[in-house]
C-alpha cells in the first residue's frame, strides 16, 4: 500500500469511527455534560518562549505507527506522563487514534492524571464532533492538520475548539497550508516536517517556514526531530516548542535523552 492510500485508508476508517461514536454518545449528550468536564490547562501559555532562544519540549506518548509499527512495547501512560514531565516537558502530545496508531482516547485522561502538564489530542480530526469528545476525555488542546480541512471549516474547527478552552495547535506543511492557518486565525503553528503523502521528513522545512510565521503566532516543530543539532538550529530559528516522539519513545529513559538533546 502506498503512503497516500494508507492516509486515504486512515481518514476513511476515522469518519466511520466518527460516525458510530455519534450514534453512542450523540453530540447533544456531549453538549449537555461539559460542565462535568475536567478543568483544562494552558496549553500554549506552556510553550510560549519566556527567554530569548529557550526552546519548550512538547513529548508526545506514542506507542505505534503505521509504518514503524510498534515503537514502545511498554507502554504504562500514567508512568511515561510522569517520567516525560520530571524529564523537563512542558505540555504532552497523546496519540489517540487506536487502529493504525495503538492509541486511545482513554489515554488523554490517564496521562493528564499522571502529571501536571496541558496534555494534546494527537489525531485526525475531521469532524467538529472530535472536538467535544476531546473535551469530555480532558484534552488541553487539539492537533488541527491544516491539509484535511478547508479554510473556512478550519476557521470554524479553531472557533469551537476556543469556546471550549482548547487550545489549537494547527499543523502545516507548505507556505499554501501556513498562510490558510494564518488566516483562519491559528495562534499556534505547527511545522511538521514530515510530508504526509510519502511520510519522508524533511527538516530543511523548518528554517523555510519559520520566517513566513507573523509575529504572534507561537512556532512549533514537528517530526524527524532526533539530534542536539536540530535543537540547536531550532532554536537559532526562534522556535517556542520542539515536539518529540518517536526519539523520545524509543529511548530507554526520559531524562537522559532530554538532558543529551538540549544540553550538548
Same mark, same amino acid.
Given at each position: ?17 466518527? !460516525? ?7 453530540? =447533544? ?14 496549553? /500554549? ?30 507502554? $504504562? ?11 523537563? #516537558? ?12 495503538? +492509541? ?6 490517564? !496521562? ?10 494527537? $489525531? ?16 488541553? #488542546? ?16 479553531? =472557533?469551537?475548539? /476556543? ?16 498562510? /490558510?492557518?494564518?488566516?483562519? +486565525? @491559528? ?7 514530515? $510530508? ?9 522545512? !523548518? ?33 517556542? @516548542? ?9 529511548? /530507554?529513559? !526520559? ?10
Amino acid at each position: 500500500m502506498s503512503h497516500s492510500a494508507l492516509l486515504k485508508r486512515i481518514l476513511a476508517t476515522k469518519r466511520a469511527e466518527v !460516525a458510530a461514536a455519534k450514534k453512542a454518545a450523540p453530540l =447533544q449528550s456531549l453538549v449537555e455534560q461539559l460542565t462535568k468536564a475536567p478543568p483544562t490547562r494552558g496549553f /500554549r501559555d506552556a510553550i510560549v518562549r519566556r527567554k530569548a532562544y529557550e526552546l519548550h519540549l512538547i513529548g508526545e506518548l506514542k506507542k505505534a505507527s503505521p509504518v514503524k509499527g510498534v515503537i514502545r512495547a511498554k507502554f $504504562d501512560v500514567p508512568a511515561l506522563a510522569k517520567e516525560v514531565e520530571a524529564a523537563g #516537558a512542558v505540555a504532552l502530545s497523546v496519540l489517540t487514534d487506536a487502529k493504525y496508531f495503538q +492509541g486511545a482516547l482513554a489515554n488523554l485522561m490517564l !496521562a493528564k492524571q499522571g502529571c501536571g502538564l496541558p496534555v494534546m489530542r494527537k $489525531d485526525f480530526i475531521v469532524d467538529e464532533y472530535q472536538l467535544f469528545e476531546s473535551r469530555m476525555a480532558g484534552a488541553d #488542546a487539539v492537533l488541527l492538520i491544516g491539509r484535511l480541512l478547508p479554510g473556512p471549516k478550519l476557521k470554524k474547527f479553531i =472557533q469551537t475548539a /476556543r469556546n471550549l478552552g482548547l487550545a489549537q495547535l494547527v499543523e502545516v506543511h507548505s507556505a499554501a497550508e501556513l498562510r /490558510r492557518a494564518v488566516d483562519a +486565525g @491559528a495562534e499556534l503553528v505547527g511545522i511538521n516536517t514530515r $510530508d504526509l503523502d510519502t511520510f519522508k521528513t524533511d527538516f530543511n522545512l !523548518a528554517a523555510e517556514l519559520r520566517p513566513r510565521i507573523p509575529p504572534g503566532v507561537e512556532a512549533v516543530c514537528e517530526s524527524g526531530v532526533d539530534s542536539p543539532r536540530q535543537i540547536e538550529q531550532l532554536r537559532l530559528l526562534r522556535f517556542s @516548542a520542539v515536539l518529540i516522539g518517536e526519539a523520545l519513545m524509543r529511548a /530507554r529513559h !526520559a531524562a537522559p535523552f532530554v538532558h543529551e538533546m538540549f544540553n550538548t
